[in-house]
């Protein structure tokens, strides 16, 4: 199939390189799927497995050049990430948005050389999936928010929800706020605990909004125009299918983490927020070799001029993983761990985040987007 593609393949590996090198590519990539199906039995010219991608690579750099197989190594993944973003910027990638997320993540050179991906993701059952993530404080204050909503809760024509509703939904999720058209402004870390306060808009209200967001994402909640009410995805956050339920929720923590990661850069500074330190920490929380809660904290505190940003960075980093860890997601006790169930999560949360900035710096290059498409990535 993959030599159905050429014409379409040349013309869009134009802004990369000329017509030989995209035809190299094009015979690495099939050279590759052949090397996969000789190895798991399955190949597909439209979609690559991420489980099986290292031991077709390996095999087939043996093959190309046994003399240096890891500069050969670099060409493959270089290769099939390049074809990848074809399949996946065409319309032809057959496999999920998911799947290709984590793949972009895998063949991404800083990802992949400057984080560090992990070696061995905990093999859990389902049963025993499904009992970790009923006992992990955010799921639960998802599903205490879905049974508040029911069959549905009016919002204003912004899509929020009205300032009557704000005190049973922020209760939902274990916060004490109301809402108030003089409101005081964003409750503070240290004020979620303290006695009901005012607030202007549900947006204000921490967790309420990550949570709603998430659910929104997922398709779990929809919002109309006077209306949110559950959607699609709803039904399987409560099917008594297992396979449903699992796969919904994996979901939702993929798209959680990956808003953690995406709003905890700086508020003030313009583009691209600066998130590479807690992507690290929580990457390197699914390893061997997690990040020290004293390193964070001691990069909070340092205050010379010429590594203030620095500083700012490690305080943002250190303030969302406080909260992580209130939810369950991140466990810091002397180094910040990611869970078993949540391990399955990060990769493909950061891969979206990756995705994310590169749709941002593509918008800045090209110039405002006329605003009649939009991506979910889910």
């Known amino acids: 199939m993959a030599d159905s593609f050429t014409p379409d393949f040349v013309h869009w590996y134009e802004r990369f390189s000329d017509a030989e090198d995209a035809l190299r590519c094009l015979h690495i990539v099939k050279l590759f799927i052949s090397a996969s199906h000789a190895i798991s039995e399955e190949s597909s010219a439209t979609w690559f497995d991420p489980d099986s991608l290292d031991d077709a690579a390996l095999a087939l750099a043996g093959m190309l050049d046994e003399s240096d197989s890891d500069e050969a190594l670099v060409e493959i993944?270089?290769?099939?990430?390049?074809?990848?973003?074809?399949?996946?910027?065409?319309?032809?990638?057959?496999?999920?948005?998911?799947?290709?997320f984590v793949l972009h993540m895998l063949l991404t050179e800083e990802a992949s050389g400057e984080l560090g991906l992990p070696d061995d993701i905990p093999e859990l059952s389902d049963e025993e999936q499904d009992r970790a993530f009923q006992e992990l404080p955010v799921l639960q204050l998802t599903g205490r928010l879905l049974e508040w909503i029911g069959s549905g809760k009016d919002v204003t024509s912004t899509g929020v929800l009205r300032l009557k509703d704000i005190e049973g939904a922020a209760g939902a999720v274990g916060v004490k706020a109301r809402g108030k058209k003089t409101g005081k402004g964003p409750l503070s870390e240290g004020e979620v605990d303290a006695e009901s306060l005012e607030v202007g808009s549900m947006h204000e209200v921490p967790v309420l909004r990550e949570i709603w967001a998430a659910l929104v994402d997922?398709?779990?909640?929809?919002?109309?125009?006077?209306?949110?009410?559950?959607?699609?995805?709803?039904?399987?956050?409560?099917?008594?299918?297992?396979?449903?339920?699992?796969?919904?929720r994996r979901e939702f923590l993929t798209v959680f983490l990956a808003s953690t990661v995406m709003d905890s850069g700086s508020m003030w500074e313009e583009g691209p927020r600066d998130n590479a330190t807690l992507a690290r920490v929580l990457l390197k929380g699914t390893t061997a070799e997690p990040v020290s809660v004293e390193e964070i904290k001691s990069a909070a505190e340092i205050d010379s001029t010429d590594e203030v940003l620095l500083a700012f960075e490690a305080m943002r980093a250190r303030r969302e993983l406080t909260r992580l860890a209130d939810l369950g997601l991140v466990e810091a006790d002397t180094h910040y761990t990611v869970p078993p169930a949540v391990i399955q999560c990060v990769i493909?949360?950061?891969?979206?985040?990756?995705?994310?900035?590169d749709d941002f710096e593509q918008g800045l290059s090209h110039g405002p987007s006329d605003g009649s498409a939009a991506t979910n990535h889910r």
């Open 77 to 100: 993944f270089d290769y099939l990430h390049l074809y990848a973003e074809f399949l996946f910027e065409t319309g032809r990638w057959s496999g999920t948005e998911e799947d290709y």
């Open 218 to 248: 997922i398709d779990a909640l929809s919002i109309g125009s006077t209306r949110a009410s559950p959607g699609a995805g709803a039904e399987s956050w409560n099917s008594q299918d297992l396979d449903s339920r699992l796969q919904i």
């Open 348 to 357: 493909p949360a950061l891969a979206m985040v990756l995705a994310m900035e």
